[in-house]
C-alpha cells in the first residue's frame, strides 16, 4: 500500500534529533517543539555541525 516506516533504537539514548532531521532533510518542516530551536547545542552535537547546516538550509531557518 505504499506505506514506509523509519525506527531508530540507541540503548537509552535520545535520537529525536535525527527523526527530526529526516523530517527536515525530506518533508523541509521540523516539530515546533524540536530540541533544534530548544536545546541547538545538543542537536549539533548529535548530529554533527555540516549536517545541522543541512537541515537548517533544507527548512530556511536562520539561527
Do not use: M, R
Not at 34 to 56: A, I, P, R
Request: charged share 20%; aromatic share 12%.
Amino acid at each position: 500500500d505504499g506505506l514506509s516506516l523509519l525506527a531508530l533504537s540507541g540503548w537509552g539514548a535520545d535520537l529525536s534529533p535525527k527523526l527530526d532531521a529526516y523530517q527536515g532533510l525530506i518533508h523541509k518542516t521540523i516539530d515546533e517543539n524540536s530540541c533544534l530551536f530548544s536545546d541547538f547545542d545538543y542537536f549539533q552535537g548529535l548530529l554533527g555541525e555540516n549536517l545541522t547546516n543541512k537541515v537548517l538550509q533544507a527548512i530556511s531557518y536562520n539561527k
